[in-house]
């Protein structure tokens, strides 16, 4: 039985959690060595919005608010490189909702005060995306502002990680995109299900890696 929500990373367990997550990879990761290269590299921020942190909301995920100031790090990590930070904000209406309407019934709705990016991690020099569906490259500009700033890897961070995180991180590797997904900078429901997502994407997709192994390239590049 799937306990539905639990907070995995709370109660300081951020960091052992991820280590025993990159554990249950790292033979998938060790198979394929790849380098994070910082010159061609654009992180991405994943639907960091109210909605999911704030614990009134329906959506709530436990786990959110720990990886808050990990991804705080890596974007001014960025920021300091000058690479390309992008912030993705999921919005929905009755045009563009499709089957999220019948699947979870609840939309976030750009009238609601919940939609905004959480201002922890609002920053003037990221650029904002809207997406409606779970693929962050669905009808949206991600593709165009990722290859005109010639980027050739993607860092994932944000929320929920085995729905938004994954599926866009699968949409990334088949438009040719390096993607790296950080364990402890992405956060979901609960722990089988960001574990599920690690092992499938170290499988066929992406390289799950640390918030600390993103910093050290950065420093060291």
């Given at each position: 039985m799937?306990d539905?929500?639990?907070?995995?990373f709370?109660e300081g367990?951020?960091?052992?959690?991820?280590w025993?997550?990159l554990?249950?990879?790292?033979?998938?990761?060790s198979?394929?060595q790849?380098?994070?290269?910082?010159?061609?590299?654009?992180?991405?921020?994943?639907d960091?919005?109210?909605?999911?942190?704030?614990?009134?909301?329906?959506?709530h995920i436990?786990?959110?608010n720990?990886?808050v100031?990990?991804?705080?790090?890596?974007?001014?990590a960025?920021?300091?490189?000058?690479?390309?930070v992008i912030?993705?904000?999921h919005?929905?209406?009755?045009?563009n909702?499709g089957?999220?309407?019948q699947w979870?019934?609840?939309?976030?709705t750009?009238?609601?005060?919940?939609?905004?990016i959480?201002p922890?991690?609002s920053?003037?020099?990221?650029?904002?995306i809207t997406?409606s569906?779970y693929?962050?490259?669905y009808n949206?500009?991600l593709?165009?502002?990722?290859?005109?700033?010639?980027?050739?890897?993607?860092v994932?961070t944000g929320?929920?990680a085995?729905?938004?995180?994954?599926?866009?991180?699968?949409?990334?590797f088949?438009r040719?995109?390096e993607?790296?997904?950080?364990?402890?900078?992405?956060?979901t429901?609960n722990?089988q299900?960001?574990?599920?997502?690690?092992?499938?994407?170290a499988?066929g997709?992406?390289?799950?890696i640390?918030?600390?192994e993103?910093l050290?390239?950065l420093?060291?590049?």
């Amino acid at each position: 039985m799937i306990d539905m929500k639990e907070n995995y990373f709370g109660e300081g367990r951020l960091i052992q959690q991820a280590w025993e997550f990159l554990d249950c990879v790292y033979h998938l990761r060790s198979q394929r060595q790849r380098r994070l290269d910082t010159r061609t590299s654009a992180l991405l921020v994943m639907d960091m919005q109210d909605y999911f942190l704030e614990e009134g909301s329906h959506s709530h995920i436990p786990s959110a608010n720990a990886i808050v100031p990990q991804i705080e790090r890596l974007q001014q990590a960025f920021f300091r490189k000058q690479l390309p930070v992008i912030q993705t904000r999921h919005i929905n209406d009755t045009r563009n909702a499709g089957q999220m309407a019948q699947w979870w019934q609840e939309l976030i709705t750009i009238n609601n005060p919940l939609s905004r990016i959480t201002p922890q991690l609002s920053h003037q020099d990221a650029f904002v995306i809207t997406k409606s569906q779970y693929d962050a490259f669905y009808n949206t500009p991600l593709e165009e502002k990722l290859k005109n700033s010639r980027v050739t890897q993607v860092v994932i961070t944000g929320v929920m990680a085995h729905l938004c995180c994954e599926t866009t991180a699968r949409s990334a590797f088949v438009r040719g995109f390096e993607v790296f997904f950080v364990i402890d900078a992405t956060a979901t429901y609960n722990r089988q299900f960001h574990q599920s997502t690690l092992i499938n994407l170290a499988h066929g997709f992406a390289t799950p890696i640390l918030t600390q192994e993103v910093l050290d390239s950065l420093r060291n590049q």
